[in-house]
């Protein structure tokens, strides 16, 4: 949420990301277990500016990609946890400091943190799905007014449970990302735990979507050395964030203007934006959002 080597959330920053996952993995965890009570069980029509800015985007995604061959042996990486958070130091393009460090520290192992690496006014926007709050709809709606392409990352409850959602998502050229499949603290269980909560979800969508997911984003952006190169290994991208802010608790949303205005402000080059799909704010705002990026020159990619 004084910069050193490696890349650390300030106090105020653990304080209030640590809010906002509490919250999360409450719901997350409540929505699972009524699922397990019940069942104990892009289209290619793109304006031409979004494919070639995608393609521009990729650039650094295939140097990410090229270095899977060459990752060293997980149980040699560090296990220690990392929770995420992009600070609240900025560069000279407006981008969070933390957010450049650790894509130079982490982006071999395959994390990004930012789409793109350079000045280019790139934006990837980003949507976490934990569960249903009624919204999600109308965010696929303003999405196809605007002809914008954005991510959803889901877990486990929700691929089971918002089917049609998932569906829509996928044929309206949308990338579906895998959030795992029980919303664990990845760096807090075991490798093979690990690779189960990401194969058990892949399988699931591919089985019943016929879509192969390729980028993930850890729960709670918490993550490891070793989760990142077990995510790649496994095909994965992991995508982080370079923008979040307070939208996560649905009983406590913000002002609606003073939210677009914290969205506009910190525009940067390369920017990946978490936003989360139960905030009726975000929903209500997001059209004009996406108007006021792209009249400042911003176009909006997806993950390669």
């Known amino acids: 949420m004084p910069q050193k080597k490696t890349v650390m959330l300030s106090a105020v920053c653990v304080v209030a990301l640590s809010a906002v996952f509490a919250v999360s993995s409450i719901f997350y965890a409540s929505a699972a277990a009524r699922t397990k009570k019940k069942t104990d069980t892009q289209t290619g029509k793109t304006t031409s500016s979004v494919s070639s800015t995608s393609s521009a985007?990729?650039?650094?995604?295939?140097?990410?990609?090229?270095?899977?061959?060459?990752?060293?042996d997980i149980a040699s990486l560090s296990g220690k946890k990392v929770c995420w958070g992009q600070g609240t130091n900025y560069d000279d393009l407006n981008r969070?400091?933390?957010?450049?460090?650790?894509?130079?520290?982490?982006?071999?192992?395959?994390?990004?943190?930012?789409?793109?690496?350079?000045?280019?006014?790139?934006?990837?926007?980003?949507?976490?799905?934990?569960?249903?709050?009624?919204?999600s709809a109308a965010i696929l709606d303003t999405l196809k007014e605007k002809n914008v392409k954005a991510v959803f990352f889901i877990t486990g409850d929700y691929a089971q449970r918002e089917g049609d959602l998932v569906q829509r998502m996928i044929d309206e050229g949308h990338t579906v990302g895998n959030h795992t499949w029980k919303h664990y603290s990845m760096p807090e269980k075991t490798l093979d735990v690990s690779r189960g909560e990401l194969q058990e979800l892949h399988d699931y969508v591919k089985e019943h979507f016929q879509y192969e997911m390729h980028v993930m984003r850890p729960p709670k952006g918490e993550f490891s050395e070793q989760t990142l190169a077990l995510a790649s290994e496994m095909g994965y991208q992991t995508y982080l964030w370079s923008f979040a802010y307070k939208d996560w608790d649905p009983n406590s949303q913000g002002d609606k203007t003073a939210s677009l205005q914290k969205l506009n402000d910190r525009l940067h080059p390369g920017a990946i934006y978490l936003l989360h799909a139960v905030s009726s704010t975000n929903a209500a705002i997001l059209g004009d959002f996406i108007d006021s990026a792209q009249s400042q020159g911003y176009t909006f990619v997806l993950p390669a």
């Open 96 to 135: 969070p400091h933390d957010a450049v460090e650790a894509q130079k520290q982490y982006g071999a192992l395959g994390g990004r943190f930012l789409i793109n690496d350079d000045d280019r006014k790139t934006l990837c926007l980003t949507f976490d799905e934990g569960y249903e709050n009624g919204y």
């Open 57 to 72: 985007a990729s650039q650094t995604t295939r140097a990410t990609q090229s270095t899977r061959a060459a990752l060293p």
